[in-house]
């Protein structure tokens, strides 16, 4: 099983991306799937999570109403669209696959990280 995330990159404050997590060799039918994110020097963190059969989701309270978790069935893909961008959102991303929809990294997959970068 491997997660790729991606589509990270440089953004100015107020600006957007989207980032996206595919699993090659399993797919998201009856999974968790979260993001997660580590700043340099501190402790990975949850961002958000859906449970892919039934779209429910779970938000970290700094990004409530500024980040979407999504998921494209057609794909098996998940995405992360992040609104509203701040210097404090720079970290690297990291999806996660896993059986339990949870804010903990109690997940059974990870990808390897996209860089998220937003100047102020």
């Known amino acids: 099983v491997q997660l790729q995330a991606s589509g990270g990159g440089l953004v100015q404050a107020g600006g957007s991306l989207r980032l996206s997590c595919a699993a090659s060799g399993r797919t998201f039918k009856s999974d968790a799937v979260g993001w997660f994110r580590q700043a340099p020097g501190k402790e990975r963190e949850f961002v958000a999570a859906i449970w892919w059969s039934s779209g429910i989701t779970l938000y970290e309270d700094s990004v409530k109403g500024r980040f979407t978790i999504s998921r494209d069935n057609a794909r098996n893909t998940v995405y992360l669209q992040m609104n509203s961008l701040k210097p404090e959102d720079t970290a690297v991303y990291y999806c996660?696959?896993?059986?339990?929809?949870?804010?903990?990294?109690?997940?059974?997959?990870w990808g390897q990280g996209t860089q998220v970068t937003v100047s102020s």
């Open positions: 996660a696959d896993g059986g339990l929809l949870t804010t903990t990294p109690l997940y059974d997959y």
